[in-house]
């Protein structure tokens, strides 16, 4: 397993991967790391253009390991076009399981790559910023963040 430490405009960023893709995106506290492998150069490079507005789309290997349920959730994620939200009652209509709102968070919660698998896409019913992993600040950043790309 590598890991690497960027700096980025919600704080540092650990972006670790195995030889199969990238297997966690996390905030941090560690210094500053260098990406050793192609793979998390390209991660970074991504990442950067993400923060600069123009990427919008991400094309990197991920390994995400979790159980049948947190897959299907995390995959209808990759599904939510930039700079738009659905609700997590949305989410679970997507995957099949229209009463399984509140475990479609527990799941979205677990997702071990943030920004990339884009859970921050995801918001209350009522619109409101509800559950973030890495955050509240760093969802609505986020969202504020695509909002101006789109917007332009």
């Known amino acids: ?32 790391r260098v990406p050793e492998t192609a793979l998390l150069q390209e991660a970074v490079r991504q990442l950067r253009a993400y923060f600069d507005g123009t990427l919008t ?30 609700s997590y009652g949305e989410q679970a209509r ?12 527990g799941a979205n919660h677990r997702n071990p790559i943030c920004i990339i698998v884009p859970c921050h896409r995801v918001i209350g019913a009522s619109g409101a910023l509800t559950g973030y992993g890495e955050g509240i600040d760093m969802k609505e950043w986020l969202l504020s963040h695509e909002r101006k790309v789109m917007q332009k």
């Open 94 to 105: 997507r995957i099949g399981q229209p009463k399984a709102t509140r475990a479609v968070g």
């Open 57 to 86: 789309q991400f094309d990197l290997p991920v390994h995400m390991a979790g159980t049948a349920f947190q897959m299907r959730c995390w995959a209808a994620l990759c599904t939510i076009p930039y700079g738009e939200t659905i």
């Open 1 to 32: 397993m590598w890991e690497c430490v960027m700096d980025s405009p919600v704080g540092r960023l650990c972006i670790q991967a195995d030889s199969t893709g990238l297997t966690a995106l996390t905030r941090t506290d560690k210094p500053l």
